[in-house]
């Protein structure tokens, strides 16, 4: 183990194969803001052992889009994403998006939400057969679901990648060739979204 500075803040002990570090790279001002806040919360100081105040926003300045947060353990520090790259290459970057963890929040109380309609013996069984194209139950209250996240999520081609990615790894293991399916479904939605833009 060895000390190592990371930013112009603070040091962080590290091993250069550390499993328990996140590396969150953050492009803009507010998506730094927000998590210094949502580590803030989490009970997270800076490596100095100095609490996360609001006054911390005007880091971001240092290293702009480039910026990366590290955390380890309740220990956090910040620099930029060369730096993280070279001397951290088996450690993901994890690009923090404020919108991305508003949605996560949606999808959980979604989620959240059909497990208590399940629980409760409120049947999410429809008469369309069709669980690929369409199927009924996502156009329930007159707008079909993935119309309704294309006009919410700011960044739908990463969505439709999501479930392109979910589909595929899963198909062996689930559904099969409907999982396929449903991964072509998405993959050639996704090709129409950039092909209209």
């Known amino acids: 183990m060895y000390i190592e500075t990371m930013s112009l803040d603070a040091t962080i002990p590290l091993n250069k194969e550390d499993k328990q570090m996140k590396i969150y790279h953050t492009e803009t001002q507010e998506d730094f803001d927000e ?11 800076w490596w100095s052992y100095r609490v996360i105040t609001p006054d911390d926003s005007r880091l971001w300045r240092y290293y702009k889009q480039n910026t990366v ?5 309740k220990g956090v520090s910040y620099g930029d994403t060369n730096y993280a790259k070279d001397e951290y290459p088996n450690i993901p970057i994890e690009k923090y998006k404020v919108k991305q963890d508003e949605v996560a929040k949606w999808f959980g109380g979604a989620t959240n939400a059909m497990k208590a309609f399940s629980s409760n013996g409120v049947s999410m069984k429809n008469e369309n057969n069709d669980k690929v194209n369409n199927p009924a139950h996502y156009t329930a209250g007159g707008i079909e679901t993935l119309d309704y996240i294309k006009a919410k999520v700011s960044d739908y081609p990463s969505y439709a990648v999501g479930n392109i990615l979910k589909y595929v790894s899963r198909y062996e293991h689930k559904n099969g060739i409907e999982d396929l399916k449903k991964a072509q479904f998405y ?8 092909e209209s833009d």
């Open 187 to 194: 993959l050639n939605d996704l090709i129409e979204w950039m």
């Open 69 to 73: 947060v590290y955390v380890k353990e």
């Open 35 to 45: 998590l210094l806040k949502k580590l803030e919360k989490e009970g997270c100081r």
